[in-house]
C-alpha cells in the first residue's frame, strides 16, 4: 500500500472519529457529567492528533493538540463542561472537518480557514487559563488537597517526591554508607527534609556496631522520573526495601501517559513500566510475590503494586482501562476489516453473473431430462443462492449511522428557528443496503428540515394549544413486507389541506371538481415548485426541494407518500427495496415475452377459471374469496398483440395495504434475478422498474409494483368522480 492510499485510510477513520466526536458532544449538552463521553470525545481528538502528524498535517496537528488540552482539562475536572464549551467543541469539530477536507485535496488552508481557526484557537486559550474562569461561566475547579501516611501508597499532599527508604541490616558490612545515597540525591533535585525512623533499633543490649537500623522519609524535589531516582539505590537494592511515589502533580502526568500509549495487548505491569510509574524491579517483585500467592487465590498484580506502595491506585485503574481499550481494539481489529467499496461492487456483480448462469444450467437440466444433471443444478442453485445472500450481507449497514447525522442538524436548526426540538429515533439497527444509505441522506434532510421550520410550531403557539413547549422530530425505520419503511414525523400544526388544494387550483395541477382523498392532497406537496409557505426563510418555502425528494427516491425504486392531520403532525413514510442489486423474483409470461416481479411483493396466485373469468369479463375486479380484487390485464397494458389463451392466471400483488391482481397467460415461478437499470431513454416509463437477463439468455421486464398499484388507485378515482360529481350536485340542489 503507497503513502497515497494510507492517507485515505486515514482520512476515513477521522472521519469516523469526527462522528464519534460530535455524538459525544451533543450527548454532553444533555449529560454535561457523563464520564464516558468525555473520555470518547478526548479520545478521538487525541487519535486524530496523533495520526495526523505521521503525514505531516502541521494545521490539523496544531489545532488539535489545544483541542485536546482543553478536553483533559474537562477529564481532569479542572474546566466544567456546559452548553457554551460544547458549542464551541462542535465548532472545533467543523474546523477538522475542513481542514481533513483540504488534506485530502492537497491544498494549504485559504485565509478564511486560518482566520477561523485563530477565532476558535483564541476562544479554547480562555479555557486553558489558570487563574481565571473563560467567558461563559466556565468556572477552574482546584483539586482539594490529600493526605495520606507515608509509605502507604497513596497520594500525597506535598508536590515533592516521597522515597521510603528501609536499608538493611548488612548495608554496612557491605562497605556502603547509607547517607552518601541520600547527599547523591541532591545531584537530581533538591532533598526539602529527611525524617529518620528509628522504629527498627532492638534493645541497647541486642545492638550490633556493624549492623545498619535506621530508616528514612525523603521528600525530594525533582524533575527527574522515577527510574533514574531508583537508580541511586542501584547498589543496595537486593538489601533494602524503597518506595518511591511521585509527586500528587504528576499524577495526572501519569495517567495521560497510559492514554497515549498505543493500543495493545500488554498487561497491566508492563503498561506501568512503559509510563514510567513503575520501575522494572518493582514489577518483577511484584510478579514474585503473585507467584507465591497462586495458592492462596493468586492476589492480582495491580493489588500487589498498591498494597506494597509501588504505585497509587489511580494509576493502576487508568492502566486497568488502558488494558480493557487495548483489548476492546484487538477485538474489532480482528471483527472488522475496511475493503474499498468498488472491490464490493465488484463481488456483487461477480455473483450477479454466477446467478444467471446457475439459472440457465437449471434450465437446461430440466429440457434434458438427467436425473443426475438435475441434481447437481439443484445443489448449485442452493450455493448459489448462499454465495448470493452472504455477499449482499456485506452490503447491509445499519440505518443509524446515517440517522445519527442529523442529530446535529436538529440541534443547529433549533437553534436558528429558535424552537426546543428535540430528535427521537427508532429503528437504528435495521439494515439496508450501502448503495442505498449513501442516497438517502439527502431526501431526509429536506423532509426534516421542512418538518422543523413549517411542522413545529413556536413555543407559544403549542402551549396555546395545549401543547409542550418543545416539538419532537422522529426518524423511526422498520421492516415491513420485504422492504424498509422510513418514517420522518412530527408533532407539529399538520398539513392545512384546504390551503393546499386551494393553492393546488390556482397552478393547475388538479380541477375543481376532482376528488381527492386527503392522503392524496397531502401528497401534492411534492409536485414541482409547490409551496404554500407564507414566507421564504433560510431553510425552505420557495417549492423546491419536495419535488427533488420524491425524483430521489423513486430513482431508488422506493415511493415516498404524506400523511397528515391538522394540528396533530405530519408523517412522511418512504418505502425502499432492501437491496438494488439481487431479489428473489417471480416469473410469469404473456404471450411471447416475460415478466418479472419481486417476490416478496407476491402474495398468491390463482388460476383465473372460467365463472371467475366471466366475471371479470368486462369489469376490473373479482370477488376472491371475501374481498374484491381489482385487476390489471398486463397484455393490454403493454399492447402485447396474439390470441388471449383460453386459460390465463392471477398474480395478487400487494404493496403496503393494497392489492391488486395481474392477469398473466403462464406462470413459471421462483428465481434469482440480477437486477439490471432501465436505459435513460425509457427511464420515465410507468410501471417498469428494471430488466433482468434470464438463464435462457432472454431479457425480461421486471415490473414496478408500486406504480402499478397507483395505476389501480388513479383509476378507482377516475371511476369515483362522476359519481361525487353527482351526489355534490345534489346536495348543493
Given at each position: 500500500m503507497d503513502m497515497e492510499q494510507v492517507?485515505?485510510?486515514?482520512?476515513?477513520?477521522?472521519?469516523?472519529?469526527?462522528?464519534?466526536?460530535?455524538?459525544?458532544?451533543?450527548c454532553l449538552e444533555a449529560t454535561p457529567d457523563d464520564e464516558e463521553a468525555i473520555n470518547a470525545v478526548f479520545r478521538a481528538a487525541h487519535t486524530i492528533k496523533g495520526s495526523a502528524g505521521l503525514f505531516g498535517l502541521d494545521e490539523i496537528v496544531a489545532f488539535t493538540h489545544v483541542v485536546e488540552n482543553v478536553l483533559d482539562r474537562v477529564r481532569d475536572r479542572e474546566v466544567t463542561m456546559d452548553n457554551d464549551l460544547a458549542a464551541l467543541l462542535l465548532r472545533c469539530r467543523d474546523h477538522i472537518t475542513?481542514?481533513?477536507?483540504?488534506?485530502?485535496?492537497?491544498?494549504?488552508?485559504?485565509?478564511?480557514?486560518?482566520?477561523?481557526?485563530?477565532?476558535?484557537?483564541?476562544?479554547?486559550?480562555?479555557?486553558?487559563?489558570?487563574?481565571?474562569?473563560?467567558?461563559?461561566?466556565?468556572?477552574?475547579?482546584?483539586?482539594?488537597?490529600?493526605?495520606?501516611?507515608?509509605?502507604?501508597?497513596?497520594?500525597?499532599?506535598?508536590?515533592?517526591?516521597?522515597?521510603?527508604?528501609?536499608?538493611?541490616?548488612?548495608?554496612?558490612?557491605?562497605?556502603?554508607?547509607?547517607?552518601?545515597?541520600?547527599?547523591?540525591?541532591?545531584?537530581?533535585?533538591?532533598?526539602?527534609?529527611?525524617?529518620?525512623?528509628?522504629?527498627?533499633?532492638?534493645?541497647?543490649?541486642?545492638?550490633?556496631?556493624?549492623?545498619?537500623?535506621?530508616?528514612?522519609?525523603?521528600?525530594?524535589?525533582?524533575?527527574?522520573?522515577?527510574?533514574?531516582?531508583?537508580?541511586?539505590?542501584?547498589?543496595?537494592?537486593?538489601?533494602?526495601?524503597?518506595?518511591?511515589?511521585?509527586?500528587?502533580?504528576?499524577?495526572?502526568?501519569?495517567?495521560?501517559?497510559?492514554?497515549?500509549?498505543?493500543?495493545?495487548?500488554?498487561?497491566?505491569?508492563?503498561?506501568?513500566?512503559?509510563?514510567?510509574?513503575?520501575?522494572?524491579?518493582?514489577?518483577?517483585?511484584?510478579?514474585?510475590?503473585?507467584?507465591?500467592?497462586?495458592?492462596?487465590?493468586?492476589a492480582r498484580i495491580g493489588e500487589i503494586l498498591?498494597?506494597?506502595?509501588?504505585?497509587?491506585?489511580?494509576?493502576?485503574?487508568?492502566?486497568?482501562?488502558?488494558?480493557?481499550?487495548?483489548?476492546?481494539?484487538?477485538?474489532?481489529?480482528?471483527?472488522?476489516?475496511?475493503?474499498?467499496?468498488?472491490?464490493?461492487?465488484?463481488?456483487?456483480?461477480?455473483?450477479?453473473?454466477?446467478?444467471?448462469?446457475?439459472?440457465?444450467?437449471?434450465?437446461?437440466?430440466?429440457?434434458?431430462?438427467?436425473?443426475?444433471?438435475?441434481?447437481?443444478?439443484s445443489v448449485l442453485t442452493r450455493l448459489v443462492s448462499d454465495i448470493r445472500d452472504s455477499a449482499l450481507v456485506l452490503r447491509m449497514v445499519p440505518i443509524g449511522e446515517t440517522f445519527n447525522r442529523f442529530r446535529r442538524v436538529v440541534r443547529d436548526v433549533g437553534q436558528e428557528l429558535q424552537k426546543d426540538i428535540a430528535l427521537v429515533i427508532n429503528g437504528a439497527e435495521t439494515e439496508l443496503d450501502k448503495s442505498v444509505i449513501e442516497k438517502i441522506g439527502d431526501p431526509l434532510m429536506h423532509l426534516l428540515r421542512n418538518a422543523m421550520d413549517h411542522g413545529i410550531e413556536a413555543a407559544e403557539a403549542r402551549r396555546a394549544q395545549g401543547k409542550p413547549g418543545g416539538g419532537t422530530v422522529s426518524l423511526n425505520a422498520y421492516h415491513d413486507s420485504g422492504s424498509i419503511v422510513i418514517e420522518v414525523a412530527d408533532d407539529g400544526a399538520g398539513i392545512n389541506t384546504g390551503r393546499?388544494?386551494?393553492?393546488?387550483?390556482?397552478?393547475?395541477?388538479?380541477?375543481?371538481?376532482?376528488?381527492?382523498?386527503?392522503?392524496?392532497?397531502?401528497?401534492?406537496?411534492?409536485?414541482?415548485?409547490?409551496?404554500?409557505?407564507?414566507?421564504?426563510?433560510?431553510?425552505s418555502g420557495r417549492g423546491v426541494g419536495m419535488d427533488v425528494v420524491r425524483r430521489n427516491i423513486e430513482a431508488l425504486r422506493g415511493t415516498v407518500t404524506m400523511q397528515s392531520g391538522e394540528g396533530a403532525g405530519t408523517t412522511a413514510r418512504i418505502r425502499l427495496p432492501l437491496t438494488l442489486a439481487i431479489i428473489d423474483a417471480f416469473q410469469m409470461g404473456i404471450g411471447d415475452s416475460s415478466y418479472v416481479v419481486p417476490l416478496e411483493a407476491v402474495v398468491e396466485c390463482v388460476e383465473l377459471d372460467e365463472p371467475m373469468r366471466h366475471e371479470a369479463h368486462g369489469n376490473d375486479y373479482i370477488q376472491l374469496r371475501d374481498d374484491v380484487l381489482p385487476l390489471l390485464r398486463l397484455r393490454d397494458i403493454f399492447a402485447i398483440r396474439g390470441k388471449q389463451p383460453s386459460l390465463e392466471y392471477v398474480?395478487?400483488?400487494?404493496?403496503?395495504?393494497?392489492?391488486?391482481?395481474?392477469?398473466?397467460?403462464?406462470?413459471?415461478?421462483?428465481?434469482?434475478?440480477?437486477?439490471?437499470?432501465?436505459?435513460?431513454?425509457?427511464?420515465?416509463?410507468?410501471?417498469?422498474?428494471?430488466?433482468?437477463?434470464?438463464?435462457?439468455?432472454?431479457?425480461?421486464?421486471?415490473?414496478?409494483?408500486?406504480?402499478?398499484?397507483?395505476?389501480?388507485?388513479?383509476?378507482?378515482a377516475a371511476a369515483r368522480a362522476p359519481v361525487l360529481a353527482v351526489q355534490r350536485a345534489v346536495s348543493a340542489g
Open positions: 492517507l485515505q485510510v486515514f482520512l476515513a477513520e477521522a472521519r469516523d472519529l469526527l462522528e464519534a466526536m460530535e455524538n459525544g458532544l451533543l475542513r481542514l481533513l477536507d483540504m488534506a485530502e485535496e492537497g491544498v494549504r488552508p485559504d485565509a478564511e480557514t486560518q482566520a477561523m481557526g485563530a477565532e476558535l484557537h483564541a476562544a479554547l486559550q480562555l479555557y486553558l487559563a489558570a487563574d481565571a474562569a473563560p467567558a461563559g461561566g466556565v468556572a477552574v475547579v482546584a483539586e482539594p488537597p490529600l493526605s495520606q501516611e507515608p509509605g502507604a501508597g497513596g497520594p500525597v499532599a506535598s508536590d515533592t517526591w516521597h522515597i521510603s527508604l528501609r536499608f538493611g541490616a548488612d548495608v554496612l558490612r557491605n562497605g556502603m554508607d547509607p547517607l552518601s545515597f541520600l547527599r547523591y540525591l541532591n545531584h537530581l533535585g533538591e532533598v526539602v527534609y529527611v525524617t529518620t525512623l528509628f522504629d527498627g533499633l532492638p534493645p541497647a543490649t541486642q545492638m550490633e556496631p556493624e549492623s545498619c537500623y535506621l530508616g528514612f522519609e525523603i521528600e525530594l524535589r525533582s524533575d527527574a522520573d522515577k527510574e533514574s531516582i531508583a537508580n541511586v539505590f542501584e547498589f543496595v537494592q537486593d538489601d533494602c526495601l524503597i518506595r518511591i511515589l511521585p509527586p500528587h502533580s504528576r499524577l495526572g502526568e501519569l495517567i495521560a501517559l497510559l492514554h497515549e500509549l498505543p493500543e495493545s495487548d500488554h498487561k497491566v505491569g508492563e503498561l506501568l513500566v512503559q509510563s514510567g510509574a513503575l520501575t522494572r524491579r518493582e514489577l518483577e517483585q511484584a510478579l514474585a510475590l503473585q507467584q507465591v500467592s497462586v495458592g492462596e487465590q493468586g498498591v498494597e506494597q506502595g509501588a504505585v497509587h491506585h489511580e494509576v493502576v485503574n487508568a492502566a486497568l482501562e488502558k488494558q480493557r481499550q487495548g483489548r476492546d481494539s484487538k477485538g474489532r481489529e480482528n471483527c472488522f476489516i475496511r475493503i474499498q467499496a468498488d472491490k464490493l461492487d465488484q463481488l456483487i456483480n461477480l455473483v450477479g453473473e454466477l446467478v444467471t448462469l446457475g439459472d440457465g444450467v437449471n434450465l437446461h437440466a430440466q429440457r434434458l431430462e438427467d436425473e443426475l444433471l438435475f441434481e447437481s443444478a393546499v388544494r386551494a393553492k393546488a387550483l390556482e397552478r393547475g395541477l388538479i380541477q375543481a371538481d376532482q376528488p381527492l382523498t386527503q392522503q392524496e392532497i397531502c401528497n401534492l406537496v411534492f409536485e414541482p415548485g409547490f409551496s404554500t409557505a407564507e414566507q421564504v426563510t433560510n431553510l398474480v395478487v400483488v400487494q404493496f403496503g395495504n393494497r392489492r391488486a391482481g395481474l392477469v398473466v397467460d403462464r406462470l413459471f415461478g421462483e428465481f434469482q434475478a440480477v437486477i439490471k437499470p432501465v436505459a435513460k431513454l425509457f427511464g420515465t416509463l410507468r410501471g417498469i422498474g428494471g430488466t433482468t437477463i434470464l438463464g435462457s439468455g432472454e431479457v425480461a421486464l421486471i415490473l414496478d409494483v408500486a406504480a402499478l398499484v397507483q395505476r389501480i388507485t388513479v383509476r378507482d
